[in-house]
């Protein structure tokens, strides 16, 4: 069971994206000027973590989701296709999980805005992650070779004596 990071949930409410509405495109971060619509896109506006113990760390991140649907010749979207984007967006953050490779990651809330032009959704996942490893200290000094272990690379204290007998 490897890591998670914001983009592998990004990836996996992209593919639900896909699966839901098959054949439009879902954009990251931005609307290029020559948009698709109907689409989608998706972002991330907040990441955090904290500690859980001395092996486990809790990560959270909130995923927007904004729906646009076709526009009429006022460059108005009808709001009744918004408000189906967007309840099927939240319909699928409120089963309470994800599946993002090998893991059901947890889908604690989801809010949802709207406004003529577009509806947004913002679903709130959390889930726990090992704490990153830590370069092994006993692995031998070589900073030379590119393929020693993380813990290699690292200069090693010095060792030394103290003469007793000098500091008297």
Not at 40 to 49: I, M, S, V
Request: proline share 8%; hydrophobic share 35%; aromatic share 8%.
């Amino acid at each position: 069971m490897g890591t998670l990071s914001s983009v592998d949930i990004m990836e996996a409410v992209e593919k639900s994206l896909n699966r839901l509405y098959p054949g439009e495109p879902v954009y990251w971060d931005y609307l290029p000027r020559d948009v698709e619509r109907p689409c989608f896109t998706l972002e991330c506006p907040r990441t955090a973590g904290e500690d859980m113990n001395a092996v486990l760390v809790h990560r959270e991140a909130d995923i927007l989701v904004t729906c646009y649907a076709k526009v009429d010749a006022y460059s108005d979207s009808s709001r009744k296709e918004l408000a189906r984007r967007q309840g099927a967006v939240l319909d699928l953050f409120a089963q309470g999980f994800l599946r993002v490779k090998d893991r059901a990651v947890t889908v604690a809330g989801e809010k949802g805005e709207q406004i003529p032009a577009l509806a947004t959704v913002t679903g709130l996942f959390s889930w726990t992650d090992g704490r990153p490893a830590l370069p092994d200290p006993e692995a031998p000094y070589d900073p030379n070779n590119p393929n020693a272990p993380e813990g290699a690379k690292i200069p090693r204290m010095e060792h030394f004596e103290i003469n007793e007998e000098e500091i008297k």
